[in-house]
């Protein structure tokens, strides 16, 4: 099965210099799509990047980088609901592309699986309450 995750990789300095994205590709047969690159004040390097591949694959890929020494940070994760806001309207059910919304037939409210969201902000937008929210 081939899964595609937006994540956040934190290089510490030792490692800025090391051909380690190329080694997904080669050695993982991964894909990626760099959406940020940057190197912060103190030398670490961040990239922000969408990857691609066989489910097998992307978890070896994870495991190799994790055994490197690069801090992993799943972007989904800081995609958040402020539940107080929520009027469970169910705009945001029909734009989000992975599902992670659902009606829930007997209750009327809507769900919200923090799992399958990709961060691609689309329900941020759509949001009429803007309850929706993105947090690094
Ligand atoms: S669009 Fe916003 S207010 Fe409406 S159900 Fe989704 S998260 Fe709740
Ligand atoms: S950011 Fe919103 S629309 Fe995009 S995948 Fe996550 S939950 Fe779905």
Request: proline share 5%; with cysteine.
């Amino acid at each position: 099965m081939a899964v595609s995750k937006r994540i956040v990789l934190h290089f510490p300095r030792r490692l800025v210099d090391r051909p380690i994205v190329y080694r997904l590709i080669k050695d993982y047969d991964l894909e990626l799509n760099i959406l940020k690159a940057s190197i912060t004040p103190d030398e670490e390097g961040l990239l922000v990047l969408e990857l691609r591949g066989e489910q097998n694959n992307y978890d070896k890929g994870i495991e190799y980088l994790t055994k490197t020494g690069v801090r992993i940070q799943s972007l989904g994760q800081n995609v958040i609901r402020n539940e107080e806001r929520c009027t469970h309207c169910g705009a945001c059910i029909t734009v989000c592309p992975t599902g992670a919304f659902e009606l829930e037939p007997l209750t009327r409210q809507v769900s919200f699986q923090h799992e399958k969201c990709l961060a691609c902000g689309l329900c941020i937008k759509a949001c009429p309450p803007r309850a929706m929210e993105l947090h690094f």
